[in-house]
């Protein structure tokens, strides 16, 4: 069950649809919203700078910091749930790192505006460097969402054996909502892709696990992962897709790419990364 909620926020148009999007979950789950602000250290001066200017100008940035995270505490009084509003200061996945194993955050969420060419593989949005280093299921919304009653749930996966902690993780965060459950395996023209046979008795076993809930097998063909569970969550009608999202080696990352970035940067549904460790 969810207990915390932690949010990141940079007073962003996304970060602040992240933050309604909690508030709501927060209600739904009775749980304590947790908001942060993670302002960077302050750099080493400059040799053309005056005495005392960069310190002046990042107490500047901390003060400004300070009265928007005030403002957004004023905004959200009328909460019925616990609110933590804090600046911290560093870097920001270390921040969220450190956070969220000192508060036992159950679930991240975040904001994402995506990003595309070359720079989604060697630099990659700070959502997506979450979700790549924080062991922590992450909620990623780019849109302004009227309700977090999911009803409909595409999950995609290799379906091994590994996967299933994973998958019963997200059975548990979404039990409240009761959903419809899609799972799919994505066909492409990968030579390494299973065969039909041994892919439907996987995924027949994680169908069993559903149980009591409504549970529909999916075997679509794309031309990558990534297009394939955009396509599908559009064709059914989704209103969430979650993804089982290994680590993945950085140089791996750019020859094969990641699908769960991917879909941070081109789903326009909010996605589910549930993340562990190998």
């Not at 005392?52 to 005030?70: C, F, P, S, V, W």
């Not at 062991?135 to 969402?145: A, D, F, Q, R, S």
């Not at 009653?149 to 290799?158: G, L, M």
């Not at 069993?208 to 990558?224: E, S, V």
């Amino acid at each position: 069950m969810i207990q915390n909620i932690l949010v990141p926020t940079d007073f962003s148009a996304c970060a602040t649809y992240a933050i309604k999007a909690a508030v709501l979950l927060s209600e739904k789950y009775e749980a304590a919203l947790h908001i942060i602000s993670c302002t960077p250290l302050i750099k080493k001066k400059a040799p053309e700078s005056l005495p005392g200017e960069e310190d002046a100008a990042y107490q500047r940035q901390i003060n400004h910091t300070n009265m928007l995270l005030k403002d957004l505490e004023q905004n959200l009084k009328a909460s019925s749930q616990k609110t933590i509003i804090k600046q911290t200061f560093g870097y920001l996945v270390e921040a969220i790192q450190t956070y969220s194993e000192a508060n036992q955050i159950d679930l991240i969420v975040m904001g994402s505006h995506g990003i595309s060419g070359k720079n989604e593989y060697f630099i990659g949005s700070n959502t997506q460097k979450v979700v790549r280093k924080v062991h922590i299921p992450v909620l990623v919304v780019k849109n302004p969402l009227e309700s977090v009653d999911f009803k409909k749930v595409v999950f995609a996966s290799e379906f091994n054996l590994s996967d299933k902690p994973v998958f019963l993780k997200m059975l548990e965060l979404l039990k409240p909502n009761q959903p419809e459950i899609h799972l799919v395996t994505i066909n492409t023209s990968s030579w390494f892709g299973q065969p039909f046979t041994l892919s439907k008795a996987a995924m027949e076993g994680f169908k069993d696990i559903c149980y009591p809930l409504k549970c529909h097998l999916h075997f679509y063909r794309d031309f990558n992962v990534d297009a394939g569970v955009r396509h599908l969550s559009e064709d059914i009608q989704a209103d969430l897709i979650a993804i089982s999202n290994h680590e993945r080696h950085p140089i791996k990352r750019i020859f094969a790419g990641s699908s769960v970035e991917a879909l941070i940067n081109h789903s326009e549904l909010p996605v589910l990364s549930l993340d562990y460790e190998d």
